[in-house]
């Protein structure tokens, strides 16, 4: 089992930078793919970014590509999300994931068995 908690949202102007983390706990950090997912109000989550098990593919929205980056540290627990040159269509709560698929890129949110509770990011214009 691997549980997640979020963490480095807030506000920030158009054109700034934030980094979320994602905490995991549990020995098995390691084995699962990761992803990023975001839900705005009266959306539904839509895939943001994902990164197999050991780094070695990722896969990025078109809506982010160019501006986000996704990395993960095994040794630390910790999933990352780089986020430059935030706009207003950013805004959103975004969630860490966990997929036991090790080799994994899946934009489909039903494919990870374990989330956080979510981070809220708001840009403003």
């Known amino acids: 089992q691997v549980q997640l908690v979020e963490s480095g949202g807030g506000l920030v102007q158009v054109g700034d930078s934030l980094r979320l983390s994602c905490a995991a706990s549990g020995p098995t950090f390691s084995a699962y793919a990761m992803g990023w997912f975001r839900q705005a109000p009266g959306q539904e989550r839509n895939f943001v970014a994902a990164?197999?098990?050991?780094?070695?593919?990722?896969a990025i929205a078109d809506s982010v590509k160019g501006r986000f980056t996704i990395s993960r540290d095994n040794a630390r627990n910790t999933l990352y999300l780089q986020m430059n040159s935030l706009e207003p269509e950013d805004t959103a709560v975004y969630y860490c994931?966990?997929?036991?698929?090790?080799?994994?890129?899946?934009?489909?949110?039903?494919?990870?068995?374990?989330w956080g509770q979510g981070t809220q990011v708001t840009v403003s214009s």
């Open positions: 994931a966990a997929n036991p698929f090790t080799y994994s890129t899946s934009k489909n949110p039903t494919d990870y068995s374990h």
């Open positions: 990164i197999t098990s050991s780094s070695g593919n990722t």
